[in-house]
């Protein structure tokens, strides 16, 4: 009797400890989410207001160079102008990456074509001492997701080797595909469900990452670098892409080196996604002989925006609101061809103008803009609606006049 005593008293005290373990490793990881959801608001509130300001330099920027002389010096200082609010805005993008959000749309992504695409531009970021070598084995190799967040994924990994290497090294991405089962995936960062994945490899032969910062490695804003040399952004948007994936990760290192594994859903065989393609360079119009409304509550960008489409020919009615711009439209709607919403104003916001303007005319022709979506109801209407596209500030005018043309263009 005593030792069926005994061996009561010894299941339960397991179970209290097997309860009490995973207890602790569930409150781990809703604080992680607590915490990356937190990062995801905050870079929410300030995205808008900062891609903005970007949106209007940018703009200005653009709008100068098309009045220089084809030899003018001054076109590679407007160059550094727009190139460096490229970069400013990246900077906010990364943090972005915390949130499930995204101006871009989901597509089928050919992960073996992008790594091509990609390696190209990161190659240009390494020095010659640092050799990326690349197996792609995976048989099956297409994901959902986002494109720009699937180059912004490699390139940040791979940019994290070449900082762990000062001396040089290798860099070496793999593909294959496995398996994970619930207990694999339960060892691993992030929750994914079970089943059948791309894998991806990304490792170097650095030093490793040291014991006492492993857990910190995904904090924002944490970084080794010296003051001024990084952002502390690089691996956290790693994170956030992945986890925007619905993928999973883990890292094995070592002082012989560290190995990102990379865990993506393969696409479903029946996927009616489109299938990304390597963006080709925009055109510039020949005219815009449309009339256009631009609603917009930033001053700086409504005349500039104004004064470039202006330069090509388009007739353009501007409103720093949703409510004049609805005023404006409803007295002449089969005058205009084109309305231009900014996402974010004080009511009536961009999503709501819109509304009220389908209600009016069921086909006109629409652009959203916006330095950050957090909207699902946004990216419902651009999966939804033909004649609604999306352009992201900042801008490049190249662009945004090539997708305005190409949706003045359609029937």
């Not at 996927?271 to 815009?288: D, E, F």
């Not at 720093?320 to 089969?334: K, R």
Request: glycine share 8%; charged share 20%.
């Amino acid at each position: 009797m005593e030792i069926i005593n005994g061996i009561l008293l010894l299941i339960f005290c397991i179970g209290i400890f097997w309860s009490f373990y995973r207890l602790r490793r569930i409150s781990r990881i809703i604080a992680e989410a607590q915490k990356m959801e937190s990062v995801g608001r905050l870079a929410g509130g300030v995205a808008h207001d900062f891609n903005n300001m970007l949106a209007g330099i940018c703009s200005a920027a653009g709008y100068i160079k098309l009045h220089l002389d084809k030899d003018s010096e001054l076109h590679r200082y407007v160059d550094i102008i727009s190139d460096s609010c490229t970069r400013a805005s990246h900077l906010t993008a990364q943090l972005l990456m915390f949130s499930r959000t995204a101006s871009d749309s989901t597509m089928r992504i050919d992960v073996h074509a992008g790594l091509e695409e990609t390696i190209y531009l990161l190659r240009h970021g390494l020095p010659p001492d640092i050799n990326v070598e690349v197996s792609a084995k995976a048989q099956k190799h297409i994901v959902c997701g986002y494109p720009d967040a699937f180059h912004n994924l490699i390139i940040n990994l791979g940019l994290n080797s070449r900082d762990s290497m000062p001396q040089g090294g290798t860099i070496r991405i793999l593909t294959d595909n496995v398996t994970l089962s619930r207990s694999e995936i339960k060892r691993m960062v992030l929750p994914a469900s079970p089943g059948e994945f791309l894998h991806l490899c990304v490792s170097d032969t650095g030093s490793g990452i040291p014991k006492e910062i492993l857990s910190k490695i995904f904090d924002p804003f944490f970084t080794t670098k010296a003051e001024g040399e990084g952002t502390g952004l690089g691996l956290p948007a790693v994170y956030g892409i992945v986890k925007r994936h619905n993928g999973t990760l883990k890292i094995e290192t070592s002082p012989a080196g560290t190995d990102f594994h990379v865990y993506l859903p393969l696409a479903p065989a029946d996927s009616k996604l489109p299938l990304y393609h390597a963006r080709t360079s925009c055109r510039l119009p020949g005219s815009l002989n449309y009339r256009i409304l631009i609603v917009d509550d930033e001053p700086v960008l409504l005349e500039v925006l104004k004064a470039v489409l202006e330069e090509y020919g388009a007739d353009v009615v501007c409103a720093d609101n949703g409510s004049e711009a609805l005023e404006i439209y409803q007295d002449s709607p089969e005058s205009f061809d084109l309305i231009m919403l900014d996402v974010i104003m004080k009511a009536p916001d961009g999503i709501a103008v819109y509304h009220v303007l389908r209600g009016i005319s069921p086909c006109a022709k629409v652009v959203f803009m916006s330095g950050y979506n957090e909207d699902t109801v946004l990216n419902d209407i651009l999966q939804n609606d033909n004649n609604a596209v999306f352009i992201s500030k900042p801008y490049q005018i190249p662009d945004i006049l090539d997708k305005v043309s190409r949706l003045l263009g359609k029937n």
